[in-house]
């Protein structure tokens, strides 16, 4: 808190130095620019950059989680798809822009779609690594214990075993998309949103309002990644604390 | 009538390419309430014979039989506690010991009523909420062994359950295991390196040879529990088995 401070304290100072708006403007001119654009930021670019983060970690969530687990868990599903997923993966997610744009013209599914290249492979691969690191013990337990099922033997024994693994690719993928998210924004293929708005105030040199944005980018990062960790990391998983020591 | 029946059983391992004999003709039966404890040289198939019991692995030949009924794979009326810890750890312990309650759809209070009377059977009521990790080790082979029990098993097969143990804490755990045995009267069939649990416990004590493993002996103990471990009796037996099991580390 005390840095924090200091930090925007050092900022007003230089600012007030270097006394060019457009090569760095001051906190109180940053702040003059939120009570100008609070509003809109919470109607109108918050909720359409939310809804192009949530559209792609949500289906990225629903596309990963699935196959991670056939492919941790059976083998014919591993071998037939990891070919696949060694290959797509590597591509950077903002080379899917141009594709993004062709397939889905500019509309949040367009944006939606660059998120969801970003987040699906983490939460994909963490999956995978949970499933496949599962203690065989475990597995023979449940057997005995009455789980013959695969389906059992995954939903009791596999799932919740992987389940600190895919947390962590789930915050890794939250991440990813988070910067997929801006830059998407930024490189046309919506017409609102925070990363948009960025570039938008860029081409009329407002950089306060940019940096605004970058700020507001940073915090909501920061409070999304807190959260999750909050609710799934210290209350779901809290058996976890044993194996971490 | 025999409970267990473990007809001309032998199990191969393929090893590099080659057949390795694990387990050769072994013969066994075990009657109902038995407590038969298995003792050997380290690799002569105790584990794998009792993996075979549980369903976990097929034998090569032969065949094991439950009251009359040829075992095809692992099945709750087989209870396993293994030589490592296998308690789930994202359960907390009387998650744990429900775990074969909710698998067969009992609802959740009944569950939770019958996992408390296994718990209190084991003496750990004071940790139901707890997380495995936060267990010693003795506690969590009791939870394990509850966790066995709630399922009402024919058989209750067990991998040196108390084989990291230290020697106070073995000790009270063998007699726990025996006051349990005597109320649930499940048949025991117990895996252990060491010839005083196996005295101690055991009406029927299986002396088995190493590579390929096979029984090489039956010794019925007669002694009428509690065991004094260091009567004459026990000292007697113990230098038999002993001799016995020096004979096959010569041969091995
Ligand atoms: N899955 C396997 N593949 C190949 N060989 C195996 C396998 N499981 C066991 N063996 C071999 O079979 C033999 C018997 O193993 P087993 O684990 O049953 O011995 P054990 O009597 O339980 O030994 P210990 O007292 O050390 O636990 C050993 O030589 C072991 O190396
Ligand atoms: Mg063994």
């Given amino acids: 808190m005390v840095s924090l401070l200091g930090l925007i304290v050092v900022w007003q100072l230089a600012a007030m130095v270097i006394d060019d708006t457009l090569l760095l403007p001051s906190f109180v001119q940053v702040l003059a620019a939120l009570s100008n654009t609070w509003q809109e930021i919470l109607t109108e670019d918050l909720p359409i950059s939310l809804l192009h983060f949530g559209l792609g970690v949500g289906i990225g969530l629903l596309v990963a989680l699935p196959i991670g687990m056939s492919m941790g868990w059976f083998r014919t599903a591993d071998r037939l798809l990891d070919p696949i997923v060694e290959v797509v993966r590597p591509i950077p997610p903002l080379a899917w822009i141009p594709f993004a744009i062709v397939w889905f013209g500019l509309t949040n599914e367009a944006a939606g779609f660059i998120v969801f290249m970003g987040a699906v492979f983490p939460i994909l691969i963490n999956t995978y690594i949970g499933f496949r690191s599962l203690p065989r013990v475990y597995v023979e337990s449940a057997k005995v214990l009455g789980a013959t099922k695969d389906v059992d033997l995954i939903r009791y024994i596999a799932f919740p075993y992987a389940l600190p693994s895919i947390a962590g690719g789930i915050r890794i993928a939250m991440g990813i998309a988070w910067m997929c998210l801006v830059a998407a924004e930024m490189f046309g293929v919506s017409t609102s949103g925070l990363g948009y708005k960025i570039w938008s105030y860029y081409y009329l040199h407002k950089m306060d309002y940019v940096l605004l944005y970058m700020i507001v980018l940073g915090v909501l990062g920061l409070l999304l990644d807190r959260s999750f960790r909050y609710v799934v990391e210290e209350r779901m998983l809290r058996w976890r604390a044993g194996l971490m020591q | ?252």
Avoid at chain 2, 28 to 54: M, N, Q, Y
Avoid at chain 2, 118 to 133: A, I, N, T
Avoid at chain 2, 160 to 173: C, K, S, V, W
């Fill in chain 2, 1 to 252: 009538m025999a409970l267990l029946e473990i007809k001309n059983v032998g199990k191969l391992f393929q090893v590099d390419g080659q057949d390795m004999e694990a387990l050769q003709d072994i013969n066994l039966s075990i009657r109902d309430h038995e407590f038969v404890c298995f003792i050997g040289p380290s690799g002569c198939g105790k584990t794998t014979l009792l993996r075979i019991i549980a369903g976990l692995d097929d034998p090569s030949s032969g065949s094991v039989y439950l009251d009359g009924d040829l075992i095809m794979g692992p099945g709750p009326e087989r209870g396993m506690v293994f030589q490592e810890y296998s308690l789930f750890p994202w359960r907390t312990v009387i998650d744990n010991i429900a775990f074969g309650l909710e698998l067969k759809g009992v609802n959740k209070k009944e569950r939770l009523e019958r996992s408390k009377q296994y718990l209190k059977m084991v003496g750990l009521e004071r940790f139901s909420d707890r997380y495995p990790h936060e267990l010693s080790g003795g506690m969590k082979q009791r939870v394990a062994i509850a966790r066995a029990l709630v399922n009402d098993p024919k058989a209750l097969l067990m991998d040196e359950p108390f084989g990291a143990l230290d020697a106070q804490t073995r000790n009270i755990m063998q007699s726990e295991l025996l006051r349990i045995w005597e109320e649930e009267r499940s048949t025991v069939v117990f895996v252990t390196h060491s010839v005083d649990e196996a005295i101690y416990l055991a009406d029927r004590i299986v002396i088995m040879s190493a590579r390929p493993g096979r029984i090489k002996d039956v010794i019925s103990i007669d002694i009428p529990r509690p065991r004094v471990r260091t009567s004459t009796e026990v000292n007697g037996i113990r230098d038999r088995i002993l001799a016995d099991l020096k004979s096959e580390i010569v041969t091995s």
